[in-house]
């Protein structure tokens, strides 16, 4: 059950360059560094999120799609405080306090979870933390190859482990989709060396909003 869950909770993410001399179709893409580069400086000023998100997880033996919906929570601070909650159709929140983090089950008590211990977790987390100006983006350098796909509208950071990264066993890759002139994170997507696939879309998010210490507890 514990990693039906994790699994669940598997969540981190630019620039529309233009040119004189050719069409909107065909503007550059940034380099990774520009694009971490602004990233970084629209999270500068972050104090707290809120946003909606759709996960579909895909698994390619099966050829099987599961999809949950949920919202997430953010407080900057000492500590930062993240809430990761599923709504539908199986509900449960993750509750991350600094390097702390604990999963709640409908009626049971909360169960605390080593988020170093399991992968797919610490990655989802990694990379919203990065996202989320826990840090800088260029920070993923160390353990990371990492290049530009996707469109100027809609760029992506793609992030593949490096040989000597423990991530390297579990993803072939992983992308962080941003809107190209917000710098909002729209989409990450995580690709395992099985070949299943975990796609988190987010929407309506809110930034620097008053969020209730109570959401964190």
Do not use: C
């Not at 620039?15 to 179709?25: D, F, M, N, V, Y």
């Not at 599923?86 to 988020?115: C, E, F, H, N, W």
């Not at 309506?204 to 507890?217: D, P, Y």
């Amino acid at each position: 059950m514990l990693r039906r869950t994790v699994s669940h909770a598997a969540l981190t993410v630019a620039l529309l360059i233009g040119s004189a001399s050719l069409p909107a179709s065909a503007a550059p893409l940034p380099s990774p560094t520009d694009l971490m580069n602004k990233i970084d400086a629209v999270q500068k000023d972050l104090r707290s999120l809120r946003a909606d998100f759709v996960q579909h997880s895909r698994v390619k033996l099966f050829r099987q799609q599961i999809s949950s919906e949920g919202r997430l929570q953010y407080q900057k601070g000492e500590p930062a405080k993240l809430r990761w909650e599923y709504l539908k159709p199986d509900p449960s929140t993750m509750l991350l306090v600094g390097d702390k983090a604990q999963l709640k089950m409908g009626q049971r008590p909360p169960q605390v979870i080593d988020t170093g211990k399991d992968p797919m977790l610490r990655a989802i987390f990694a990379q919203l933390r990065l996202w989320l100006g826990q840090g800088s983006l260029r920070d993923a350098e160390g353990e990371y190859e990492i290049s530009v796909a996707g469109s100027t509208e809609q760029p992506a950071l793609v992030l593949v482990p490096k040989a000597q990264s423990p991530l390297q066993r579990v993803f072939s890759r992983i992308e962080l989709h941003v809107d190209g002139k917000t710098m909002l994170l729209r989409r990450l997507t995580m690709i395992e060396q099985t070949g299943d696939e975990k796609e988190i879309v987010f929407g309506k998010l809110e930034r620097n909003i008053e969020i209730s210490a109570s959401q964190f507890q």
